[in-house]
Structure formats: C-alpha cells, structure tokens
Nanobody, 114 residues
Framework: VQLQASGGGLVQAGGSLRLSCAASRSTFSFNAIGWYRQAPGKQRELVAVISSGGGTNYADSVKGRFTISRDNAKNTVYLQMNSLNSEDTAVYYC?????????WGQGTQVTVSS
C-alpha cells in the first residue's frame, strides 16, 4: 500500500490549505484513513479520520476549521484546512488502517506564519 501526501506549504495565519492523500487502492478498502500531525518537540496526534462507512472524527483543536473528505474515483482523501493558526504548524502524515495493519505516507510540511 502506498499513500502519497501533498499540498503542504507556507501560509499566513487565517489562511487555508488543502492536503491530499492519494492511495494505491480504494479508500473504501481501509477501515479508516486520515491525517495525523507532528509538531516539533511534540508527539504525533490524530487530526482527522474518515471510516469506510463515511463516519468522521476530528481532534477538538481542529473541529469547525478542518474538513476531511474523499474522492472515490481518485482514491484520494483530502483535508481542507481553514482559519489556520501557528499551532497548526506541523508535519502532516497520511495514515490508513486495514485489518490490523497500519500504513503511513510520507509527511508534508505545513507552516503557518503569524
């Protein structure tokens, strides 16, 4: 399984970015697929995840600002990030889980300047 993350970059506080995670197979084949992030000196944390059934879960810190979605035809999951602030600065990783296996994509850096 390959997960290709993209879309990170430098953005001013209050701005928006959209991350993409392109999977090598249907996103419905995973029990869940989503995004984690790791800021310097901090542990990796869940940002948002979408299950095969379409249910979503978000970290409290991003609720109302971030939206996870997927494009079935492109085997891609998106993370729309709005109202970004400096605390969102981190490396964002795509993550997928299936039958007890965990897959990680490479990270994409998101930097929010104040």
């Amino acid at each position: 399984v390959q997960l290709q993350a993209s879309g990170g970059g430098l953005v001013q506080a209050g701005g928006s970015l959209r991350l993409s995670c392109a999977a090598s197979r249907s996103t419905f084949s995973f029990n869940a697929i989503g995004w984690y992030r790791q800021a310097p000196g901090k542990q990796r944390e869940l940002v948002a995840v979408i299950s095969s059934g379409g249910g979503t879960n978000y970290a409290d810190s991003v609720k109302g600002r971030f939206t996870i979605s997927r494009d079935n035809a492109k085997n891609t999951v998106y993370l729309q990030m709005n109202s970004l602030n400096s605390e969102d600065t981190a490396v964002y990783y795509c993550n997928a889980r299936s039958l007890g296996y965990v897959f990680w994509g490479q990270g994409t850096q998101v930097t929010v300047s104040s």
